[in-house]
């Protein structure tokens, strides 16, 4: 491995584990300290159950609720999909890897003047054939006329010489021209020279020159013929003129991406690229003494790269602020969703509470439907004796029977509240009905005592309201969409810059011909690239809207805060205030009723003897069942003010996967 290859693989090794070393932090999977994360949707359908006849205690039906109810669990999906969101815009912070390969063959027709020029290279292969065979025929006659020239008496200036120069002047006018000139020397040397001996070497020359002229020829003639025969082989082996060529083309591309919370991104890749071009249906040879050829020999082109890209905002996008806004506002959303599934958790148990106080009160509604029922009976059976001995006219039996119907409407009436607080009970514990009685919930707990009133006074009031804002997830789960809210304005406000990138890349290649592989080894470097992008829009209108919108969605948030928390000092005091009340009308209440049943018991005994009238009786009876049905009213107004003052302040449910304290649903909070 040469210096350059362990250069690259170094530079490719080092920027990975630059780029992977920090995996991004789970920050959405972190739960809010004291908050229970949300549990996993069940899309199973509401539960059938069945109940003890002697019905449930409250705490129970709080539990149920807090598995069952179908707002607290929408509440958690909403948690859920909140979560989901963190989940997406911590995805912008993924590593990525991004691969493709991709294979093109494209098959195209040569354009005209390509075309003309391989039928032009045929042409003239042909022509330069025919003119090698031109040649040696006209080489062999010039060769045949010398031979002929050779063969006669060795004499000059003869007839018979005369002729054949003729002859072979039309086939090598300048030999003939040559043969000539020494002809004549030859013909005027006997007047120079008598005594011949100049003629002598003359023809001697002459001979020379025809013998070596031959002699040259032979040697064209072979030339020739070889040259023939090779083009006649070339032009073979080069076949007919291609109309098509061919293109195929391969790529392979692949990188890691990572775009980190400051607003820079890295990204080292590979890619690589092979390119063969030919003439269609023909060897890639254009080497044609070795056999078929006509290709366009152009050998593939392998170009390899290696390397490592960077981005770098200058303006907009910088920072963790401007980049992971979307991300950490996401983040407190979801710890809001959160703080949502327990205000829900304590909305339905307040909901259920609510409900078991309205069944205890059909319940006890019933009771006292019935006594009165009974009481009447009685009232209707003394009557009868009483007109039997001739001491009340018979007339009065009606009032006494109507007023007994009366108490058995009133029953039924309170029969039918009865199954409908049920039902209701039922409803917001969130659980289903079977065709069996029993699968509908009855009361077991009693009211709960009354509080002393000075449990709720002026002074302890201000304070329930005070913790109450630290409490009440709803408050805090406003004040994490507030401070969500300012996360997106204060990044709105950085990206009202222009934009300014740096972006750039150092990189390896490798290029060879052939085989793949020998490119990785003609690896040189490094090589770089630097740009710079400037976007300044005029007016900025995208980006001030944004502004704009973020900023009303903060305002919204800070204004829905405040007045939630204001709303929740309100009713703590409001409800502690009816608390004081309710306690004062418990107590008025339950002296009524003692004292009506003082007076009930003493009318009917005063009615067997006749010292009061019918009427009376009927009336003292109405007006007791009166009163037990107001204290019933009372201690079910007490009970559910006391649940509603523990809501207000936070304290009726504060974690939802906790077991529930009986105190914490039917006493005041301390």
């Not at 008496?153 to 090598?172: F, K, V, Y």
């Not at 020279?193 to 023809?203: H, T």
């Not at 506002?329 to 339905?348: F, G, K, M, P, T």
């Not at 019933?632 to 207000?648: K, S, T």
Request: proline share 4%.
């Amino acid at each position: 491995m040469n210096r350059a290859t362990r250069t690259a693989h170094t530079a490719v090794g080092v920027t990975l584990l630059f780029s992977l070393a920090a995996a991004p932090p789970r920050a959405f999977a972190q739960a809010q300290p004291g908050v229970a994360a949300p549990r996993a949707g069940d899309p199973r359908e509401p539960p059938v159950m069945r109940f003890d006849p002697q019905g449930i205690d409250l705490v129970q039906a709080v539990a149920i609720t807090l598995q069952n109810a179908p707002d607290l669990r929408l509440s958690e999906a909403a948690a859920s999909q909140a979560l989901g969101a963190v989940q997406q815009q911590v995805g912008l912070f993924d590593t990525n890897l991004f691969a493709d390969t991709n294979y093109n063959y494209q098959q195209q027709l040569l354009t005209p003047t390509d075309f003309l020029g391989e039928v032009l290279k045929r042409d003239n292969l042909r022509q330069q054939v025919a003119d090698q065979a031109a040649t040696r025929t006209r080489l062999n006659s010039i060769r045949d006329q010398l031979g002929t020239i050779r063969n006669l008496p060795a004499e000059c200036g003869t007839g018979n010489t005369s002729a054949q120069l003729a002859a072979l002047r039309r086939l090598d006018p300048d030999t003939a021209t040559e043969l000539e000139l020494l002809d004549a020397l030859c013909a005027s040397s006997s007047q120079v020279d008598p005594s011949q001996g100049l003629r002598r070497d003359l023809i001697t020359i002459r001979q020379r020159v025809v013998t070596d002229t031959i002699d040259r020829l032979g040697q064209g003639v072979n030339d020739a013929i070889t040259a023939e025969t090779f083009l006649t082989k070339f032009a073979t082996n080069l076949g007919v003129a291609p109309d098509q060529e061919f293109f195929r083309n391969q790529a392979f591309n692949a990188s890691l991406a990572r775009l980190f919370r400051n607003g820079l991104s890295f990204s080292p890749f590979f890619n690589g690229t092979g390119n063969v071009s030919n003439f269609l249906d023909k060897p890639f040879n254009s080497d044609c003494e070795a056999g078929p050829c006509g290709g366009k020999g152009q050998f593939p082109l392998y170009n390899l790269k290696v390397g490592v890209n960077a981005f770098v905002p200058l303006a907009r996008g910088l920072g963790a602020a401007a980049t992971a806004a979307g991300e950490r506002s996401a983040l407190i959303n979801e710890q809001a969703a959160r703080l949502d599934v327990q205000h829900q958790a304590a909305v339905s148990a307040l909901g259920t509470i609510n409900a078991y106080w309205g069944l205890r009160a059909a319940q006890d509604n019933i009771d006292i439907a019935t006594r009165s029922v009974e009481l009447q009976g009685r009232v209707l059976q003394l009557t009868r004796q009483t007109i039997a001995a001739g001491n009340l006219p018979a007339v009065e039996l009606a009032r006494v029977q109507a007023s007994e119907a009366r108490s058995q409407t009133a029953l039924r009436d309170a029969q039918v509240a009865f199954e409908q607080a049920r039902v209701g009970l039922a409803t917001a514990m969130g659980i289903a009905v079977g065709s069996d009685d029993a699968t509908l919930p009855r009361a077991r707990d009693q009211f709960p005592a009354a509080p002393d009133a000075t449990s709720v006074d002026e002074q302890r009031l201000a304070q329930l309201a005070t913790d109450g804002l630290a409490q009440r997830r709803d408050v805090t789960a406003a004040l994490r969409r507030a401070e969500s809210a300012q996360v997106q304005v204060r990044g709105a406000e950085l990206n009202l810059k222009p934009i300014l990138d740096l972006n750039g890349d150092v990189h390896y290649t490798g290029l060879d011909e052939k085989v793949v592989t020998n490119a990785f080894k003609r690896w040189v470097g490094p090589s770089y690239k630097v740009g710079v992008k400037l976007e300044k829009p005029f007016g900025n209108n995208t980006q001030e809207g944004l502004l704009a919108e973020a900023q009303a969605s903060s305002q919204s948030s800070q204004i829905s805060s405040a007045d939630l928390r204001r709303q929740v000092r309100l009713d703590v005091v409001r409800t502690g205030r009816s608390i004081v009340e309710a306690i004062e009308r418990l107590r008025l209440a339950q002296d009524s009723v003692t004292f009506f049943q003082q007076t009930i018991d003493a009318e009917i005994a005063r009615f067997q003897i006749g010292e009061v009238t019918l009427i009376d009786t009927i009336q003292t009876e109405s007006q007791a069942s009166d009163a037990r049905r107001a204290l019933v009213a009372a201690q079910q107004d007490l009970a559910q003010l006391i649940a509603e003052l523990r809501f207000e302040t936070g304290t009726l449910v504060q974690d939802a996967s906790a077991p529930v304290a009986a105190q914490n649903l039917t006493t005041v909070p301390r």
